[in-house]
């Protein structure tokens, strides 16, 4: 699969993106990365941890998506097509990506079915793989798409 197969699946459309949107989308991982770290420190709930967490992740996947010039189309499983589209970026053995849908289906049963599901351990795997996909995505922007990310 590429990016291409997933345009021609009606999965994602190009759309052209510049530095400034991948600036927004990598400061709103950060923004959650430190509402994550806060809720941590607080002794916030797990579901809340983990939701700030895999938003941050989500985030730092969009930015990747965004700075290689393609979109999700709009309902059509957004958060799973973002996190699964990593395939074509920093992980293409898909072993972030396994985890990552875990999290977006825990989350997913959290914040609409059933709430107090979050074990402590899940949200600290949340924490550090929010974290490493912020790293990985930042850094394959600058390796791959450097006009779209400024700094540094």
Do not use: C
């Not at 999965?11 to 400061?27: K, M």
């Not at 809720?39 to 579901?47: P, Q, R, T, Y």
């Not at 402590?120 to 990310?149: C, M, T």
């Amino acid at each position: 699969m590429s990016f291409e197969s997933w345009v021609k699946n009606s999965w994602l459309e190009v759309l052209p993106s510049d530095a400034a949107e991948i600036t927004r989308l990598l400061s709103i991982a950060d923004a959650r990365l430190a509402d994550y770290q806060k809720a941590l420190k607080g002794g916030l709930s797990a579901d809340v941890q983990l939701a700030l967490a895999y938003d941050a992740a989500r985030s730092s996947a969009s930015a990747a998506l965004r700075a290689a010039g393609y979109r999700v189309v709009r309902g059509n499983n957004e958060h799973y097509r973002t996190l699964e589209a990593l395939e074509f970026s920093i992980d293409p053995e898909k072993k972030m990506i396994r985890a990552l849908d875990a999290l977006r289906r825990k989350r997913n049963t959290g914040a609409y079915d059933d709430y107090g599901l979050v074990a402590q351990g899940e949200a600290d795997l949340a924490g550090n793989l929010a974290v490493q996909v912020r790293k990985k995505v930042e850094d394959w922007i600058r390796n791959h798409h450097p006009d779209k990310i400024s700094g540094k």
